[in-house]
T-cell receptor, first 111, second 115 residues
Framework: GEDVEQSLFLSVREGDSSVINCTYT??????LYWYKQEPGAGLQLLTY?????DMKQDQRLTVLLNKKDKHLSLRIADTQTGDSAIYFC???????????FGAGTRLAVHP | NAGVTQTPKFQVLKTGQSMTLQCAQD?????MSWYRQDPGMGLRLIHY???????DQGEVPNGYNVSRSTTEDFPLRLLSAAPSQTSVYFC??????????????FGPGTRLLVL
């Protein structure tokens, strides 16, 4: 079945770049998403990328997609303490189709 | 707009008890869904609805019922609570935007403990 995998934990120093990786199995995925969950809160959509794109940049966020290897990454430049959260990768086929979420990567930012 | 609201925020149940988790949205979204979040696992879809009067099962529907009598509300019912249902439950609503991108809005979650 469809599956999305992420590493569970990442620790970075404040000011460095963070790279969170994700692999997925469904080759028919049309959209890939990154969500952020802060402590005690629901998920918030950060960004998404369409499957025919290789890269998308949005301020400090850069999403890279390698469709051949089914690999997605999220790079956060100049990581701040406010970026500490759990980041979820998700795949979907667009429209009202169900999203498949990864287990989430907990990002810890230290001084 | 309040967005997606969920009540209660926290609930303790005894095994065998029933309860309803409430979810409401004021964005006129057609699509609503319920997920559960367990440690070390991604969100798993329990039930979803593509409009009033229409519901369908997700990945883990057993032990839960839903109904959608209005666009705004999508309650989740636990028929006979079990310890395996201890989890954090998230309700989400979404619309299909430009080029089919689905933007889901999540509620703050309900933390459920079943003893």
């Amino acid at each position: 079945g469809e599956d999305v995998e992420q590493s569970l934990f990442l620790s970075v120093r404040e000011g460095d770049s963070s790279v969170i990786n994700c692999t997925y199995t469904d080759s028919s995925s049309t959209y890939l998403y990154w969500y952020k969950q802060e402590p005690g809160a629901g998920l918030q959509l950060l960004t998404y990328i369409f499957s025919n794109m290789d890269m998308k940049q949005d301020q400090r966020l850069t999403v890279l997609l390698n469709k051949k290897d089914k690999h997605l990454s999220l790079r956060i430049a100049d990581t701040q303490t406010g970026d500490s959260a759990i980041y979820f990768c998700a795949e979907g086929s667009g429209g009202y189709n169900k999203l498949i979420f990864g287990a989430g990567t907990r990002l810890a930012v230290h001084p | 707009n309040a967005g997606v609201t969920q009540t209660p925020k926290f609930q303790v149940l005894k095994t065998g008890q029933s309860m309803t988790l409430q979810c409401a949205q004021d964005m006129n979204h057609e699509y609503m869904s319920w997920y559960r979040q367990d440690p070390g696992m991604g969100l798993r879809l329990i039930h979803y609805s593509v409009g009033a009067g229409i519901t369908d099962q997700g990945e883990v529907p057993n032990g839960y019922n839903v109904s959608r009598s209005t666009t705004e509300d999508f309650p989740l019912r636990l028929l006979s609570a079990a310890p395996s249902q201890t989890s954090v439950y998230f309700c989400a609503s979404s619309y299909s935007g430009l080029a089919g991108v689905e933007t889901q809005y999540f509620g703050p979650g309900t933390r459920l403990l079943v003893l």
